[in-house]
């Protein structure tokens, strides 16, 4: 379900991207201390994202280190890390673990099973310091459960349980900023859940699996449609987001909000339209 809150490569300077990339190896490393090697192997793009925004707003003490790394080991790797790519590797643990049980759970996928097995200790671990996290993920298994079984076709309904998760995992603390940043985390949520569910149209199809796009999918206005629902759940990420004092870092995550998150899309938009992935690109851009 993950994945889709990366950066435009092509948009993000140089030095943008160093930094970026420093953050996400900042929280591997983390991983790799806290939960031990195998951790790393499960770190996702949208936890750096988080660890960004975190570190921009609180503007927490970092500290920047070099380390070698295991698929770079020839060269020095730069880390950032801090209190906030701390929280980022922990949610990334919680949900991951999660997520391989639900496969096990659902589909009976031995390799989920296995690899939730391996990372059992360190989900214990993390599910300790964070119980109002791991309640929101169990709750939000259970609901998105009963909606799959309802087959229900209410797109609001389905994206908003993805919604209400994101945006446990987005707020570390109760303070001032807590509801922006939980809006941050409820519209990019349901951006995700029906990023998924447009990029698994045609599978979901086939396979008679529940996918809330699958009676709009039916109208032919579909693409635009979909594109319409997408962009209004990205506008109003933005628009929470813009109303918090970040300074640093803030070219990188507005990269991410205003471009890197549309890079799946526009790239199937492209491949389900005959077009090239860049001339689906200059398209959007135009509309």
Known sequence: MFGYITIDREEL??????????YYCGICRDLKERYGERARMTLTYDMTFLAVLLSGLYE???????????????????????????YAADMNIL????????????????????GARLLRGAYLKAAAAYPRQVRAIRRYLKDLHRVEEANSRDIDLASGLTGRLMREIFTPREDEWSRELGQVGFYLGKFIFLMDAYEDLPKDRKNGTYNPFLKLAEEADYEEKASGILTMMAAAAARNFERLPILENV????????????????????????????????HEENR
């Open 13 to 22: 300077k140089g030095k943008d991207f160093d930094r970026y990339h420093a």
């Open 60 to 86: 927490s003490r970092s500290r920047q280190e070099e380390h070698f790394c295991i698929l770079h080991p020839t060269a020095r790797k730069t880390c950032i890390r801090s209190a906030c790519t701390r």
């Open 95 to 114: 949900l991951v673990y999660h997520n391989l049980m639900d496969d096990w759970l659902d589909e009976k996928k031995h390799m989920s099973y296995r």
């Open 251 to 282: 070219d990188i995550l507005r990269n991410i909000l205003y471009s890197g998150i549309w890079t799946k899309y526009r790239l199937l938009r492209g491949e389900r339209s005959g077009q090239s992935a860049d001339g689906q690109s200059k």
